[in-house]
C-alpha cells in the first residue's frame, strides 16, 4: 500500500503563487510517473501536469508557463509551483502516482483545495 500526502493548498488573490508537495509513503520501492489532477464541481477530474521517474514532464495547455512540476525521488516527493494563478485554476487538487516494480497501480492523495479569488 502506498499513502499520498498533499500539502500547499490555500486562498490566493489571482496573480499569487502556491506551492503544492506530495510526499510518498508506505510500498514505494518503485514510483513511475506521480503528477497532479484537479477537479471543480460538477466536473471531471483533469490532468494538470505530470512527472515521470526520469523527469519528463507534460502539462495541460492552460498552465503552460505559468505552472512547474518537480520531483525528488530520493524524498518521495512531487512538487507543484503554481504562479501567476487566475481564478479559473480555482479547484481541488490531487496527486496521483503509478507506483510497482511488476504489477502497477495508482494511488490518490485525498486532495489539497486551492482557491484563487479575483
Known amino acids: 500500500q502506498v499513502q499520498l500526502v498533499e500539502s500547499g493548498g490555500g486562498l490566493v488573490q489571482a496573480g499569487g503563487s502556491l506551492r503544492l508537495s506530495c510526499a510518498a509513503s508506505?510500498?514505494?520501492?518503485?514510483?513511475?510517473?506521480m503528477g497532479w489532477y484537479r477537479q471543480t464541481p460538477g466536473k471531471g477530474r483533469e490532468l494538470v501536469s505530470v512527472?515521470?521517474?526520469?523527469?519528463?514532464?507534460t502539462y495541460t495547455d492552460s498552465v503552460k508557463g505559468r505552472f512547474t512540476i518537480s520531483r525528488d525521488n530520493v524524498k518521495k516527493t512531487v512538487f507543484l509551483q503554481m504562479n501567476s494563478l487566475k481564478p479559473e485554476d480555482t479547484a481541488l487538487y490531487y496527486c496521483?502516482?503509478?507506483?510497482?516494480?511488476?504489477?502497477?497501480?495508482?494511488?490518490w492523495g485525498q486532495g489539497t483545495q486551492v482557491t484563487v479569488s479575483s
Open positions: 512527472i515521470s521517474s526520469g523527469g519528463s514532464t
Open positions: 496521483k502516482a503509478i507506483v510497482g516494480c511488476s504489477v502497477q497501480r495508482q494511488y
Open positions: 508506505g510500498d514505494t520501492q518503485c514510483i513511475s510517473t
